[in-house]
């Protein structure tokens, strides 16, 4: 059972974090003008998550992505996106650029992540990516922090 006597960072520092909401807000008017897909999106968001551990945003983003309209079998094998054929060469160009931002601590964003990244995406995607990866990584390690409650 989680040790539910954290202190809720959001809360404790709440300008902080409404300027970690507008920049939520500002990335995602920057996903949809660089023509990113908002299912994509959502799915990038879940990855995040998913490589961070974060139950709260997984449990957020997975229910934003399936009202929404995603596909739950997508959702399912995300972990495993390269053995499926189940996303377009797009999908799976976002998808490790966004594991490789995630796992910096592994070598930072080397140059066959970003190299394929860039032969796939154009300049406004990627960088909408990379700073949709930053936004969600922050909220990961907001949420971790604080251990928001998951559950019934």
């Given at each position: 059972?989680?040790d539910?006597?954290?202190?809720?960072?959001?809360k404790?520092?709440?300008?902080a974090?409404?300027?970690?909401?507008?920049?939520s807000?500002?990335?995602?008017?920057?996903?949809?003008?660089?023509?990113?897909?908002p299912l994509?999106?959502?799915?990038?968001?879940?990855?995040?998550?998913?490589?961070?551990?974060?139950?709260?945003?997984l449990r957020?983003?997975?229910?934003?992505?399936?009202?929404?309209?995603?596909?739950?079998d997508?959702?399912a094998?995300?972990?495993?996106?390269?053995e499926?054929?189940?996303?377009s060469?797009?999908?799976?160009?976002?998808?490790?650029?966004?594991?490789a931002?995630?796992?910096?601590q592994?070598?930072?964003?080397?140059d066959?992540?970003?190299?394929?990244?860039?032969a796939?995406?154009?300049?406004?995607?990627?960088?909408?990516?990379?700073?949709?990866?930053?936004?969600?990584?922050?909220?990961?390690?907001?949420?971790?922090?604080?251990r928001?409650?998951?559950?019934?």
């Amino acid at each position: 059972m989680p040790d539910t006597c954290r202190v809720n960072i959001g809360k404790q520092h709440p300008a902080a974090y409404k300027t970690l909401i507008a920049l939520s807000e500002e990335v995602e008017r920057a996903t949809a003008a660089a023509g990113l897909d908002p299912l994509l999106v959502e799915l990038l968001r879940i990855r995040a998550s998913q490589i961070n551990g974060c139950a709260f945003c997984l449990r957020m983003h997975t229910r934003d992505a399936l009202r929404k309209g995603e596909n739950a079998d997508r959702i399912a094998v995300l972990p495993s996106w390269l053995e499926t054929s189940y996303f377009s060469e797009t999908d799976r160009a976002a998808l490790r650029l966004t594991e490789a931002i995630t796992r910096v601590q592994d070598g930072h964003v080397n140059d066959e992540d970003y190299n394929a990244a860039v032969a796939v995406l154009t300049a406004d995607q990627v960088s909408a990516i990379a700073w949709l990866a930053t936004v969600m990584n922050a909220f990961n390690r907001v949420a971790i922090t604080s251990r928001y409650p998951v559950g019934s």
